[in-house]
């Protein structure tokens, strides 16, 4: 799954809208007017893992407290 955000080509419509697509889709429903609308491949993102990209472990690991997002500690021998 990716995550895209999309401008409405309509210049009737325009709506600025984020939208999550499944790999091999290219198409986005505009929210508002409801035209389908091809979605460039720059504007969709990196395909979403659930993995930290410096750790490579996944992100649930990764919040401490109420506001801390933060890499966890290597275990390693003592």
């Excluded at 999309?6 to 809208?17: A, E, F, I, Q, V």
């Excluded at 007017?33 to 969709?44: D, H, L, S």
């Excluded at 993995?51 to 933060?70: E, I, Q, T, V």
Aim: aromatic share 6%; net charge positive; glycine share 10%.
């Amino acid at each position: 799954m990716r995550l895209a955000t999309m401008k409405c080509p309509d210049p009737n419509c325009g709506t600025l809208y984020d939208v999550a697509l499944e790999d091999g889709e290219w198409h986005a429903k505009c929210p508002s007017c409801g035209q389908q609308n091809r979605v460039p491949g720059m504007n969709a993102g990196e395909a979403i893992t659930g993995l930290c990209k410096s750790c490579s472990r996944p992100l649930d690991d990764h919040l401490y407290g109420r506001l801390s997002f933060a890499c966890p500690p290597k275990k390693g021998k003592k």
